[in-house]
Nanobody
Framework: QVQLVESGGGLVQAGGSLRLSCVAS????????IGWFRQAPGKEREFVVA????????YDADSVKGRFTISRDNAKNTVYLQMNSLKPEDTAVYYC?????????????????WGQGTQVTVSS
């Protein structure tokens, strides 16, 4: 069992930055793939970025390439999402989620634990 709690969301102007945190509790956190997803009003949830421990690589959506970075501190059981050069279209509720290490990191159905989400609003 893994529990995930996101924080760090807020209101920011276009071009600004935010760093989201996802604190995990539970056993074997370091073995899970941790990903970030987002859902804007009236839209389906979409994949943002994830780091797969099993293959040792990061996956990110085309819409955030070069702007968003995922990192993790296993000693603190925390995963971060650094978001730079934010755009109004980045406005959404952001969720972190945990998946078994060998499951496809870009597929939402791979993730079995989800946080409650944190709101990010980017004003133009």
């Amino acid at each position: 069992q893994v529990q995930l709690v996101e924080s760090g969301g807020g209101l920011v102007q276009a071009g600004g930055s935010l760093r989201l945190s996802c604190v995990a509790s539970g056993r074997a956190f370091s073995s899970y793939t941790i990903g970030w997803f987002r859902q804007a009003p009236g839209k389906e949830r979409e994949f943002v970025v994830a780091f797969s421990r099993s293959v040792g690589r990061t996956y990110d959506a085309d819409s955030v390439k070069g702007r968003f970075t995922i990192s993790r501190d296993n000693a603190k059981n925390t995963v971060y999402l650094q978001m730079n050069s934010l755009k109004p279209e980045d406005t959404a509720v952001y969720y972190c989620a945990a998946a078994p290490p060998d499951w496809p990191a870009q597929v939402g159905g791979s993730y079995i634990y989800w946080g409650q989400g944190t709101q990010v609003t980017v004003s133009s």
